[in-house]
């Protein structure tokens, strides 16, 4: 078959043992028909051949986003943005102007929030100086907390409180009002829906459908949102994608992207299975993975949430966070109710992925996955722990023991990329510091790493996080964490492919497996590691098609 497409005079990094090492690639019909030489690929064109000249860049698979929120990320694209910002007068002229630009809007919404924009704990007082007759509120930059204002508080019946479920919480003052801070997902949800997001928050925070069903013109405004998040993605070079928050109405509005050639790449939707669910809830998750399950479109995943958040001091820790006497945040789902539901989404043949943050949460969530395994045998599971960003010594090689993937996010490391290295470093401990978002320990103890952004968390830019991996600091006390460039490559292609199950289609550049490329604006072996960040995406291929040029 004559190639529609070649990519030639590339430093072409294949991802695959056999044949690790190329100058060209040739595609047709969607997939990789031959890898070589310059002088084999380039005789294979014909008249009707596109010929790209990739000038000497690296050439790779298709970056693989282990762990990623598309359509929060899509809807939150056209929200104020605060990073980089710090103090009032900051925060008020941001707010002020993007109010001014925005007369319509419901809520003023932003995103990139942190726990020391303030010199003090931010409520709702800091935020009604900076704009009181409008809602306004700020996400934190790791999702787990909003903080809002009295008019956002009052329209979304939160002032005087409200009853929430275990591990979410409407903080309250000591005058019995709501402080403006909230924490976690069913907390802040009233606050969401002042925006009309509610649709697309609630994959994330309680797992169930809308209600009543959109109608055709509320799921195209949705779909809309997915397709701006879709093309981020395309600019930064990802071809697949996990995304970690989920319902059938995600995968519906995907389907009906699906089938107007609007989907430019794989994406993997879970269920999300809550603490207050019953086991025949299952039911849906297999529904789901029955009903979606091609090349392009799948679930096949139950996602849980283990924990919070380590600045919130919500992560579930093993010890008594310091400074906090008798307080380590209790799991969401307690041990035994978890080796329940473990051992019966495994039975049904789903893989598992669990958030699990604090050493304590990562504990109960591999405790499950073992018991797993002793109940049903052992199979080809790949279950997933999402984070691990503290985590007991003696738990370090039970990863590699179970088979269990670590989806970690070196740029969530603090001082690594976007987020400082304190009040987190603090609110963990110094004595611990040696446990923290560790990469390389966990490799070596023969856990299958998978990198990725959790954006809108972070950055999506996969070339600002290889770059964060490879030059993240060394914490006081610590082993360097940084792993080699070959297998940072790895853990954001074929090491996240195979973490996903779609090692068979995707993650390495051979015959037969997909067209997923991405060719980048240089040779990437050849820049410092510090100069990768500055990199771009040259050109983004999906199946064949071009999704991106830059």
């Known amino acids: 078959m004559t190639p529609e497409m070649i990519l030639t005079n590339a430093r072409v990094l294949t991802m695959d043992p056999a044949r690790p090492r190329a100058e060209a690639v040739a595609v047709a019909a969607g997939r990789i028909a031959s890898v070589g030489s310059r002088a084999e690929i380039e005789a294979l064109a014909g008249p009707a051949t596109e010929v790209i000249d990739c000038n000497g860049a690296t050439l790779l698979p298709g970056f693989v986003e282990s762990h990623l929120h598309l359509v929060l990320g899509g809807a939150e694209l056209a929200h104020l943005h605060l990073h980089g910002l710090d103090g009032e007068a900051a925060l008020t002229r941001a707010f002020r102007d993007f109010a001014a630009k925005h007369p319509d809007r419901p809520l003023l919404m932003a995103q990139g929030g942190h726990y020391a924009m303030l010199d003090h704990p931010m409520t709702r007082h800091d935020l009604?100086?900076?704009?009181?007759?409008?809602?306004?509120?700020?996400?934190?930059?790791?999702?787990?907390?909003?903080?809002?204002?009295?008019?956002?508080?009052?329209?979304?019946?939160?002032?005087?409180?409200?009853?929430?479920?275990?591990?979410?919480?409407?903080?309250?003052?000591?005058?019995?009002?709501?402080?403006?801070?909230?924490?976690?997902?069913?907390?802040?949800?009233?606050?969401?829906?002042?925006?009309?997001?509610?649709?697309?928050?609630?994959?994330?925070?309680?797992?169930?459908?809308?209600?009543?069903?959109?109608?055709?013109?509320?799921?195209?405004?949705d779909r809309a949102k997915v397709t701006r998040g879709l093309a981020h993605a395309a600019r930064h070079g990802v071809t697949a994608m996990v995304n970690m928050d989920g319902n059938r109405y995600t995968l519906e509005l995907l389907r009906g992207l699906q089938k107007e050639g609007g989907l430019t790449a794989r994406v993997k939707v879970p269920f999300h299975f809550k603490p207050h669910m019953a086991l025949s809830e299952l039911d849906r998750a297999d529904a789901m993975s029955r009903d979606f399950d091609d090349d392009w479109l799948s679930c096949r995943f139950v996602k849980m949430f283990m924990d919070g958040v380590v600045d919130s001091r919500t992560a579930c820790m093993l010890n008594d966070y310091p400074g906090h006497p008798g307080h380590r945040a209790e799991p969401l789902f307690p041990p035994a109710r978890f080796n329940e539901i473990a051992t019966e989404i495994d039975r049904r043949g789903h893989q598992i992925a669990v958030h699990a943050i604090g050493d304590g949460a990562?504990?109960?969530?591999?405790?499950?996955?073992?018991?797993?395994?002793?109940?049903?045998?052992?199979?080809?599971?790949?279950?997933?722990?999402?984070?691990?960003?503290?985590?007991?010594?003696?738990?370090?090689?039970?990863?590699?023991?179970?088979?269990?993937?670590?989806?970690?996010?070196?740029?969530?490391?603090?001082?690594?990329?976007?987020?400082?290295?304190?009040?987190?470093?603090?609110?963990?401990?110094?004595?611990?510091?040696?446990?923290?978002?560790?990469?390389?320990?966990?490799?070596?103890?023969?856990?299958?790493?998978?990198?990725?952004?959790?954006?809108?968390?972070?950055?999506?830019?996969?070339?600002?996080?290889?770059?964060?991996?490879?030059?993240?600091?060394?914490?006081?006390?610590?082993?360097?964490?940084?792993?080699?460039?070959?297998?940072?490559?790895?853990?954001?292609?074929?090491?996240?492919?195979?973490?996903?199950?779609?090692?068979?289609?995707?993650?390495?550049?051979?015959?037969?497996?997909?067209?997923?490329?991405?060719?980048?604006?240089?040779?990437?072996?050849?820049?410092?590691?510090?100069?990768?960040?500055?990199?771009?995406?040259?050109?983004?291929?999906?199946?064949?098609?071009?999704?991106?040029?830059?």
């Not at 009604?128 to 809602?135: E, T, V």
């Not at 985590?391 to 996010?409: C, E, F, K, M, Y």
């Not at 070596?444 to 990198?451: I, K, M, P, S, V």
């Not at 051979?510 to 990199?535: H, R, T, W």
């Open 362 to 550: 990562v504990r109960t969530t591999i405790d499950g996955y073992e018991a797993a395994r002793e109940a049903n045998g052992r199979r080809d599971s790949r279950h997933r722990i999402e984070h691990i960003e503290l985590i007991d010594r003696a738990d370090v090689p039970r990863l590699g023991a179970l088979g269990i993937t670590a989806s970690v996010q070196p740029v969530h490391a603090p001082g690594a990329m976007d987020f400082d290295m304190f009040p987190t470093l603090d609110v963990i401990g110094r004595n611990r510091w040696a446990d923290a978002y560790l990469c390389r320990d966990l490799a070596a103890a023969g856990a299958h790493l998978a990198f990725a952004s959790d954006w809108p968390v972070t950055d999506i830019s996969v070339l600002r996080g290889i770059g964060a991996a490879l030059t993240r600091p060394t914490y006081e006390g610590a082993a360097d964490q940084r792993v080699p460039l070959m297998e940072v490559l790895r853990a954001y292609t074929a090491a996240g492919a195979w973490a996903a199950h779609m090692d068979r289609l995707s993650g390495t550049l051979k015959p037969g497996l997909a067209a997923d490329i991405v060719v980048l604006s240089g040779d990437i072996e050849a820049v410092a590691p510090a100069e990768i960040s500055g990199m771009a995406v040259a050109l983004t291929v999906c199946g064949g098609r071009v999704t991106h040029r830059g």
């Open 128 to 221: 009604d100086r900076i704009l009181a007759d409008r809602p306004l509120a700020i996400t934190s930059h790791d999702h787990h907390t909003v903080w809002a204002n009295t008019a956002a508080l009052r329209a979304a019946g939160l002032l005087h409180g409200a009853s929430m479920p275990h591990g979410h919480e409407v903080v309250m003052g000591p005058d019995g009002t709501a402080t403006g801070e909230l924490r976690e997902f069913e907390a802040f949800a009233p606050v969401i829906a002042l925006g009309g997001e509610a649709r697309l928050n609630l994959g994330i925070a309680t797992g169930g459908e809308p209600s009543p069903w959109p109608s055709e013109t509320e799921q195209a405004i």
